[in-house]
């Protein structure tokens, strides 16, 4: 924005020259410190990166002890119960159930070993069916009918995750969403496929307590997750998206049916 001394000279004088000579423009600059701090800012963020992307490298050769989704979770059960009932054993990818490794992809993320982290062709379709499904809803209740976008549910590869329960917590604002995504692509250019998937297996949650395979093999089956067989293993991936809820009635007919549909699925499914 600028400014100009001209409004004080008289119409004459300006023409004339004699006051135009004193004018002056002055523009407006932010203050030093304001710059000072959105540069401090903006190395934070850049070393934040920094941080991230030399943990999952590190990740290539040492296994994570815990995720910030455990550590919440951790957290909950101590100050709600005051007790912590956990389960968890680390298993390398060749001991865990080859079953389980198909079952997963195939109810999680069928395109897991084709796309880049972020598969953006189940964001699209999940995007639609949740339009159809708010639809639907409105057209049942038309006087709660609201003008919201309706909310994106499903879509979210295994890498996506993955980089949510290792590091951030669990709200849905947009800066998370990005930092979400830079992580997906962090892991997909540091790590193979094979160690996304067992660092997954490890530490996702099967139950009240109970996170990684190995644990939901013997919490459910009293077996170990390299010897979980083709059903076992797709009842256990169709209790992923709420493990909670399913963990009370893990025989429910839902849980059957789904996990025939996800069975059936599972030998068209490439591992990585």
């Not at 004088?13 to 401090?40: E, H, K, N, Q, V």
């Not at 101590?78 to 390398?92: C, I, K, M, V």
């Not at 992580?183 to 496929?193: I, N, P, Q």
Request: charged content about 25%; glycine content about 6%.
């Amino acid at each position: 924005m600028a400014r100009s001394t001209a409004a004080h000279c008289p119409g004459a004088a300006s023409a004339a020259g004699a006051c135009g000579r004193g004018m002056r423009t002055i523009r407006w600059r932010p203050p030093r410190a304001l710059l000072r701090l959105a540069g401090l800012l903006l190395l934070a963020g850049l070393m934040l990166q920094l941080v991230f992307a030399l943990r999952i490298a590190a990740m290539a050769w040492i296994d994570p002890a815990s995720t910030a989704f455990q550590r919440s979770e951790a957290w909950r059960l101590l100050s709600t119960r005051g007790e912590l009932p956990w389960r968890q054993s680390w298993r390398d990818a060749d001991e865990i159930s080859v079953h389980l490794k198909r079952a997963v992809i195939a109810a999680e993320d069928a395109s897991f070993v084709q796309h880049d982290g972020i598969d953006w062709d189940a964001i699209e379709k999940a995007w639609e069916r949740n339009q159809r499904a708010q639809a639907r809803a409105e057209a049942r209740r038309p006087s709660q009918a609201t003008a919201r976008p309706p909310k994106v549910v499903g879509g979210s590869t295994i890498t996506q995750q993955l980089a949510k329960n290792l590091f951030l917590s669990g709200e849905r604002t947009l800066p998370r969403k990005a930092q979400e995504a830079v992580l997906t692509l962090m892991l997909e250019a540091l790590l193979d496929k094979r160690r996304i998937l067992a660092i997954y297996l490890n530490h996702v949650e099967w139950g009240e307590g109970v996170f990684g395979a190995e644990a939901a093999a013997g919490h459910y089956f009293r077996s170990t997750a390299d010897r979980l067989g083709p059903g076992q293993a797709a009842r256990l991936a169709v209790m992923l998206p709420a493990p909670k809820r399913f963990e009370k009635r893990p025989s429910s007919p839902y849980v059957a049916g789904r996990a025939a549909t996800v069975a059936a699925r599972m030998g068209a499914v490439e591992l990585p």
